[in-house]
């Protein structure tokens, strides 16, 4: 006979394989193998805010190619918010017509006909952060149509999400993109606010830790209920999230200023550092019309080099450096026992600084790297100018460092 043990018995083992078949905590997958390194690209958002369409998106897309952007190793091109029209009469997404009159697929093609990605921008909540329609209810179409548009990137931000549980909201377009079948890279964008890093190591690939940045250097720029930060303020914040950064999951403390105001030196030294602490690199300028000195900072071979090394390590601060207040040093272990080194002069004036490599015991205690510069010797180059500056073994370093610059040396370990 059936018991009433047997009965609970079944009764639990429906609910489990049930559980894991229908929105367990083993059902929904994000995608692997993408962002093995940092994501490259550039999105609208920064200098175009809602004046996206297709010609501008174009010429850009033709830009990344002619400004060397691609070959350097930018890959997606990102739209940011307002370029949706209204949802149809079964609840699918279209794109506004007027100002993609051929449609989000055609733009999709040509960015693949370049070799390039597309990538998109919704929200997990009611509207967009500038009011079109957000994705709450309409997860799975939405991600069906970006699929069937084909489509790459999805940065999913966290306006009007009143009442909505952060994880379980951006876990539902996880598993809706999983189930739309194509692999899109999943940007979770709900700036730092439940501590992303926590959670969404299985959810996203990368994860807003801040408020949003502008081209400020260390300023707030205050409104009632959030901020918006300067480069140094987010800098700052990026204390203590290096534990949870690594291949296919990374901490994004918001896209590219550079070439949007900046002075040169602030220019170089955010570049630098978001190089150095394993960031996304996802430009933010109009790359049809930038400086040679812009393109020059986005195109730095020897810095893209660092941030987009296969250990995925990020920086950390290396505290015990007191020499002088305004001076930060940075370290970054690299593949093959090479080390990144970058020096922030946050200070008002030129800076002097001298390091001598055979004094300084700089370790990794998170990642387990030790430099040993006691007794190993690195060649030093200067990833600025490319030239090299000796042997850590044999003489001390000294550079002047500008007002609110950086310097950053690869060190090739001989
Ligand atoms: C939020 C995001 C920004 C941008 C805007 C668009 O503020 O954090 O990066 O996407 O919305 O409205």
């Given at each position: 006979m059936f018991s009433y043990k047997q009965a609970i018995k079944q009764l639990s083992l429906l609910l489990c394989s049930g559980l894991l078949l229908f929105?367990?905590?083993?059902?929904a997958e994000k995608f692997d193998n993408l962002a093995m390194t940092p994501p490259m690209g550039w999105n609208s958002?920064?200098?175009?805010r809602c004046e996206v369409d297709e010609k501008m998106l174009r010429e850009t897309i033709d830009a990344m190619v002619s400004s060397g952007m691609r070959d350097a190793g930018y890959e997606y091109v990102n739209i940011d918010d307002c370029w949706h029209g209204e949802r149809d009469a079964q609840g699918f997404i279209q794109e506004n017509k007027q100002r993609f009159p051929s449609g989000m697929k055609a733009l999709a093609d040509y960015a693949h006909s370049k070799g390039l990605k597309l990538g998109i921008y919704s929200d997990a909540?009611?509207?967009?952060?500038?009011?079109?329609?957000?994705?709450?209810?309409?997860e799975f179409q939405d991600a069906q149509v970006y699929a069937s548009w084909g489509i790459d990137y999805l940065k999913y931000d966290w306006c009007y999400s009143e009442g909505l549980n952060a994880e379980g909201a951006y876990q539902t377009m996880r598993e809706a993109l999983h189930q739309a079948g194509r692999p899109i890279l999943f940007s979770i964008c709900e700036w730092g606010e439940s501590k992303p890093w926590e959670w969404a190591k299985d959810v996203g690939h990368l994860w807003r830790t801040t408020g949003d940045i502008y081209a400020c250097w260390d300023c707030e720029n205050k409104f009632p209920t959030w901020s918006t930060w300067g480069v140094l303020k987010i800098l700052d914040m990026?204390?203590?999230?290096?534990?949870?950064?690594?291949p296919g999951h990374w901490n994004d403390p918001d896209m590219l200023e550079v070439g949007n105001g900046l002075s040169y030196e602030q220019d170089r030294s955010h570049f630098a550092l978001w190089a150095m602490l394993a960031a996304p690199l996802i430009a933010g300028n109009d790359i049809r019309h930038m400086s040679e000195q812009t393109k020059a900072i986005l195109t730095n071979k020897g810095i893209i080099a660092v941030n987009q090394d296969a250990m995925g390590i990020q920086a950390f601060r290396l505290k015990s450096y007191s020499d002088n207040d305004n001076l930060q040093i940075w370290f970054k272990p690299l593949e093959n026992g090479d080390w990144a080194m970058a020096v922030l002069n946050r200070g008002e004036d030129t800076e002097n600084f001298r390091f001598d490599w055979r004094q300084q015991q700089v370790k990794d205690d998170l990642f387990q790297h030790d430099a040993a510069f006691d007794k190993a010797n690195y060649r030093i180059t200067d990833l600025w100018t490319n030239k090299e500056l000796g042997q850590t073994l044999q003489q001390t370093t000294e550079v002047q460092i500008k007002s609110h610059d950086t310097f950053i040396v690869r060190l090739a370990k001989i």
């Open positions: 929105g367990g905590p083993l059902q958002w920064n200098d175009f909540g009611w509207q967009t952060c500038a009011r079109f329609p957000g994705s709450r209810g309409h990026q204390e203590g999230l290096r534990k949870y950064a690594g």
